[in-house]
């Protein structure tokens, strides 16, 4: 392929793919809440990583889809919500950390969407 082509190529791709992720936008959503879930209940060890990547594909998600700060305090709301039934069913539990560290974020994240709107 010579570089015009493929250029036009991954453009066109780009393009479908871009176009597919907004006419999924609820699947989208569902999966980042269930990473987030995922994260404080069934995974044991912490990981960076893992956090600031699944608030990286968040940060997109609020990009692409302009989502406003309501939902990011919803998805706060929902972290408080399984802060608490941890909380009263394992105690102080790194499940019950991770949840706060993830009510932390979306709390930050949240402030610095309401300021920009």
């Known amino acids: 392929m010579k570089h015009q082509e493929k250029k036009t190529y ?9 176009a597919h992720l907004h006419a999924y936008k609820q699947v989208v959503l569902t999966l980042i ?15 960076d990583i893992r956090i600031f990547g699944i608030l990286g594909i968040y940060i997109w998600g609020i990009l692409m889809y302009k989502l406003h700060s309501n939902y990011t305090f919803f998805m706060g709301l929902l972290s408080l919500f399984l802060m608490y039934i941890l909380f009263l069913i394992t105690g102080t539990s790194s499940s019950t950390e991770k949840a706060a ?9 949240g402030m610095i969407q309401r300021l920009k709107e």
Do not use: P, R
């Open 101 to 109: 560290v993830w009510l932390f974020f979306f709390l930050g994240i």
């Open 10 to 18: 991954l453009t066109k791709t780009k393009d479908i793919v871009l």
């Open 33 to 47: 809440v269930l990473l987030v879930v995922a994260d404080v209940l069934f995974l044991k060890e912490s990981s």
